[in-house]
């Protein structure tokens, strides 16, 4: 498995992660997410997986990034505070590598909620500060709201559907050094359907592309996230062969030939 730096920090993650919304098995799949290399394991606090993902990295926490994120209604410096905990305690860790935002708040100050999240790390209880569904102003005032530590990540929605954050987004991560965690970078299964039988002009496309790589369709979709320098992606799959594809989605990379095909049938 290919790594990235995350951030500007030094530390390496997979090009492939792995998600857990809906994640709704035993260990297994996660144990061997991570013996592939696949060993950012992304989970949070409303997934309801918190347990699952304790359970299963139990024997090999110190193999495992373990990302996962406060709810964006409790985002109150308190209410971080107590959500942190909660989540350790029902993932049976004494700290995590990553602790995302989930979801930026209009309510309350980001101030206060990035005082939070500095508290956890100068607690020791959180590595790593990171935001998700944050727009670039959002990130520019978050990154303002930081005293003492940097936002190295910004986890938001990302495949050949949903583009809408190469405008903007994704040039100011590049040039501010945060990780784009991409999630959900198979449309929610949509771009790989499990009976392989994809419809429309744009899996001809993708399917066109996969062939020529000798490269699964899901395989495709996910490298053509990857094009992206400063981007991770996260599949959730809880099947192990599809967790060994999907991390056949690492190390390679498509031509201007695929690139231009991909954008003529998922237009930006
Ligand atoms: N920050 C946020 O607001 C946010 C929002 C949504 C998601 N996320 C994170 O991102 C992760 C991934 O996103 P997602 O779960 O929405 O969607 P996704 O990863 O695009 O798709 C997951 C779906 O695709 C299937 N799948 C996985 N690999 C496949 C393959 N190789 N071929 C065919 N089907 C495949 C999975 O089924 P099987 O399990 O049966 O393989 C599952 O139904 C989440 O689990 C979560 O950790 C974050």
Redesign the pocket.
Same mark, same amino acid.
């Given at each position: 498995m290919e790594l990235r730096e995350l951030g500007n920090t030094g530390v390496k993650v997979p090009e492939v992660g792995?998600?857990? *919304?809906?994640?709704k098995t035993g260990p297994e799949?996660i144990r061997k997410a991570v013996e592939l290399g696949s060993f950012l394991i992304?989970?949070?606090e409303m997934?309801g997986?918190e347990e699952a993902v304790g359970e299963a990295i139990k024997p090999i926490r110190d193999q495992v990034f373990l990302a996962s994120?406060v709810s964006g209604n409790h985002l109150r410096y308190d209410m971080v505070l107590e959500a942190a905990e909660g989540s350790l305690r029902r993932m049976g860790v004494d700290y995590m590598d990553l602790y995302?935002i989930? *979801?930026p708040s209009h309510t309350v100050a980001i101030k206060d909620t990035m005082r939070a999240m500095e508290t956890l790390v100068d607690r020791g209880l959180v590595k790593y500060i990171g935001v998700?569904?944050f727009n670039v102003q959002e990130m520019r005032d978050a990154m303002a709201a930081m005293s003492n530590y940097p936002i190295v990540a910004n986890? /938001? #929605?990302y495949?050949l559907q949903v583009r809408h954050i190469e405008r903007g987004l994704i040039p100011f991560c590049e040039e501010n050094k945060v990780t784009v965690?991409?999630?959900?970078?198979?449309? /929610?299964?949509?771009?790989?359907?499990?009976s392989g039988d994809g419809s429309g002009p744009g899996f001809k496309a993708l399917q066109q592309v996969a062939q020529k790589h000798g490269k699964? /369709?899901?395989?495709t979709a996910m490298a053509w996230c990857l094009r992206h320098p400063s981007m991770i992606?996260?599949? #959730?799959?809880?099947?192990l062969?599809?967790?060994e594809?999907?991390c056949g989605a690492a190390g390679w990379q498509l031509d201007t030939d695929d690139l231009q095909a991909l954008d003529k049938a998922f237009p930006a």
């Open positions: 792995l998600g857990t *919304w809906n994640y799949p992304d989970t949070a997934y997986t994120k995302q989930h *979801w998700s569904n986890q /938001v #929605k495949s965690i991409g999630y959900s970078p198979l449309a /929610v299964g949509a771009l790989a359907p499990k699964t /369709v899901a395989q992606v996260i599949p #959730k799959s809880q099947n062969g599809r967790i594809e999907n």
